[in-house]
């Protein structure tokens, strides 16, 4: 064949297997030829499989429908036909479902980025107003307007907001270039619009600069509404006891005093302790949610890699053009792929398994699933599902038996004993096929989470005039043969449509696996820089407010290792307070996330939400090690200090 030209068609946009199966596309190439060219090579000349209808925008579908119905059984009373509309396309409802809930969940991240940042700017806003109350108190007893004392503060305030936004703007646009190479990756699309998103920037802009302005306000406003003398009377460099500190008195807390700072400095302004704990419980949810997602995912693709994997890891799946007898004549795709395991050098383990595969419905209380049915013997095959409830064969059962995902059963709202209907083609004839319902039984539950995949005993091929028939082989490569060259091999055979390593989808799996570890990985570098700078300004202010009390220690004989290990102890509290508020957070919003959103996307898994222990300890260590060690970035400063002088400022 000759190469014309490329081209793109919507529907391939997304390749979906069997049972809507998202992964594996690397195992297929699409190409586009006449429909003469396509008959010919099917040796179906002056055949069709599929009509397609344009509709008025005015047209209703449900009575073209009806039409079309009533014409095509009047017409052709033993071939059945299905409607597939384009909100039923899987494709498509797929994409734009991804687009929508990855707006909401980005969303969602970007909220919580804001509130901590928010919360980081006013505890910043709010020690520095504190630092100022003194300040504040003598300009309100001289009569200097209140507007023109708030003046300063706010403009601190806004020069923090801006430069904060700007920096964060550009930051933004690196990642939206790198999050965007590595998301082609993932979904290759004929195009994308790569252009400056303004509007998405320009409200990002507005938030960065109206929370932290926002969070400015608030301490200035509530230092204005004091009155003169107070504000003068407890100016920042007083001792103060306020707060919870009376709750210190109550407690029987160990050691001596020094030991026993970190807790009443804590109790002393809870607001601020509240903040900075707050501050890093969002940098904490971040991380547990980002990388929970990531384990439920991961957890999620295990199960299903073990439900393929569980018996023969190396086995092929040989799809046929039509059906074909089982024990046949020498030139059918059976008997001539039969003769491949036999010989001096055989290239297969042994005779190919023959198996059926056809499209199928689940009907159950008005809800309609598409599986992909496979029919195996159930007693000798080399593959059988691996079931988490029920059976593989029904015991004397009256009517049939059918294996489904626990998804599908969720979906259906059954369990295993219970009856469904179950809509298959009816062979006809050569060529003619029929859709009928019966009337099946749940027999078992298999592990795989994909929903569009059911099972049945080949014995069951009679409900669909079927038996003895099959479109499907099972092969084993022979010890020491190649896969890839197996498939080259049976791809020469008569017959052959496909040929589909089943370790191909579990190597899929894995790649899209690394893509997404790439773009978590990144976003879990911003969380603790974003953690990391709480720590450090929250450690950092504390130093200043403290400098004299800490110049105090130094000049009783306090060596500096002690003073930092205060310092460390009191961080250490935080970081543990913030880190148990965060997991906590994190594992609510991953289930929200979970089962809201992402279920919502991909309807056909089952996910099972999971954290493990590794996202423990890493959300442990981002909360509390990263958190308690900043104070260590202090000690060149008290190294520094000037100990006279310091002690020498008076109120």
Same mark, same amino acid.
């Given at each position: ?6 081209g793109y068609?919507p529907?391939?946009?997304?390749i ?31 055949l069709?499989?599929?009509l ?23 017409l ?11 909100a ?9 479902a ?21 919360l ?10 504190e ?17 023109r ?5 706010? *403009? ?6 801006? %430069?904060? !936004?700007? +920096? &964060?703007?550009?930051?933004?646009? =690196?990642?939206?270039? #790198? ?7 993932i ?18 802009g507005?938030l960065g600069?109206l ?8 301490p ?45 400095? *804590? ?6 302790? %509240?903040? !900075?704990? +707050? &501050?890093?419980?969002?940098?904490? =949810?971040?991380m547990? #949610? ?52 036999e ?27 598409d ?15 691996k079931?988490?409830? &029920?059976?593989l064969?029904?015991?004397g ?22 009856t ?62 190649r ?5 080259q ?32 990985q ?37 060596r500096?290792r ?40 991909l ?10 222990s ?9 909360g ?28």
């Amino acid at each position: 064949m000759t190469l014309v030209g490329l081209g793109y068609s919507p529907e391939y946009f997304q390749i979906v297997g069997e049972g809507n199966n998202i992964f594996g596309e690397g195992n297929f190439g699409i190409f586009f030829v006449a429909l003469e060219t396509a008959q010919t090579l099917a040796h179906q000349e002056g055949l069709v499989n599929n009509l397609v209808f344009q509709l008025d925008q005015d047209a209703d579908v449900k009575t073209v429908q009806a039409a079309i119905q009533a014409r095509w059984t009047e017409l052709f009373p033993s071939i059945g036909i299905n409607f597939t509309t384009q909100a039923d396309d899987a494709v498509r409802t797929n994409m734009y479902a991804d687009a929508k809930n990855d707006q909401v969940m980005w969303n969602m991240i970007a909220v919580l980025f804001l509130v901590g940042a928010a919360l980081a700017a006013f505890n910043l806003a709010g020690r520095i107003v504190e630092s100022q109350r003194r300040q504040i108190g003598i300009g309100m007893a001289l009569g200097v307007p209140r507007f023109r004392i708030a003046f300063r503060p706010m *403009l601190t305030g806004l020069q923090m907001a801006l %430069l904060g !936004t700007i +920096l &964060g703007l550009v930051c933004g646009l =690196i990642f939206y270039r #790198m999050f965007t190479a590595l998301f082609n990756e993932i979904m290759p699309l004929p195009y994308e619009d790569l252009s400056f998103y303004w509007w998405g920037y320009i409200q990002a802009g507005l938030l960065g600069i109206l929370l932290p302005f926002v969070a400015t306000l608030i301490p200035v406003w509530r230092a204005l509404r004091v009155q003169p003398v107070d504000a003068i009377r407890s100016g920042y460099l007083v001792s103060k006891s306020g707060g919870l500190s009376q709750v210190s008195e109550l407690l029987p807390l160990p050691g001596r005093s020094f030991m026993q700072m970190p807790i009443k400095n *804590l109790l002393r302004s809870p607001w601020r302790t %509240l903040l !900075t704990v +707050l &501050g890093i419980a969002m940098a904490v =949810i971040l991380m547990t #949610m980002f990388v929970g997602f990531l384990d439920t995912f991961m957890a999620t693709i295990e199960q299903s890699e073990d439900a393929y994997l569980h018996q023969v890891p190396d086995r092929l799946l040989v799809d046929l053009d039509t059906f074909y007898p089982v024990r046949g004549e020498a030139d059918d795709p059976v008997a001539a792929l039969t003769a491949l395991a036999e010989g001096e050098q055989p290239l297969l383990a042994a005779a190919p398994e023959t198996a059926l595969i056809v499209g199928a419905k689940l009907l159950h209380e008005g809800v309609k699933l598409d599986v992909a049915l496979e029919l195996h013997d159930m007693e000798s095959a080399v593959w059988v599902p691996k079931l988490t409830a &029920g059976k593989l064969v029904g015991s004397g059962a009256e009517i049939p038996g059918i294996i489904i995902a626990q998804k599908a059963a969720e979906d259906l709202g059954v369990q295993v004993g219970d009856t469904i209907t179950l809509q298959h083609p009816y062979r006809e004839g050569e060529l003619e096929y029929q859709l009928v319902e019966t009337d099946v039984q749940i027999a078992g539950i298999h592990n795989n989470p994909l929903r569009g995949l059911a099972y049945m005993d080949s014995r069951y091929a009679e409900l669909m005039n079927l038996a003895g028939l099959s479109n499907r082989l099972v092969v084993q490569p022979a010890p020491g043969e190649r896969t890839d060259a197996v498939k080259q091999v049976l791809f020469m055979q008569p017959g052959i449509t496909s040929v589909q390593a089943i370790q191909d989808v579990s190597d899929a799996m894995d790649e899209i696996m690394k893509l997404f570890t790439t773009i978590l990985q990144v976003v879990q570098v911003v969380v603790i820089i974003l953690a990391f700078l709480i720590a450090f300004n929250s450690t950092s202010i504390s130093v200043d407010e403290r400098l004299r009390e800490i110049a105090t220690m130094f000049a009783f004989g306090l060596r500096i290792r002690t003073v930092t290990r205060m310092q460390i102890s009191e961080n250490l509290i935080i970081g543990v307070l913030g880190t148990l508020i965060g997991i906590a957070g994190g594992w609510i919003i991953l289930n929200q996330m979970m089962v809201a959103r992402i279920e919502e996307q991909l309807a056909e898994f089952k996910f099972t939400v999971s954290i493990s222990s590794t996202t423990l300890v890493l959300s442990a260590l981002l909360g509390v090690l990263v958190v308690a060690l900043t104070p260590i970035l202090s000690i060149r400063r008290m190294l520094r200090m000037d100990i006279p002088s310091t002690l020498r400022v008076m109120e």
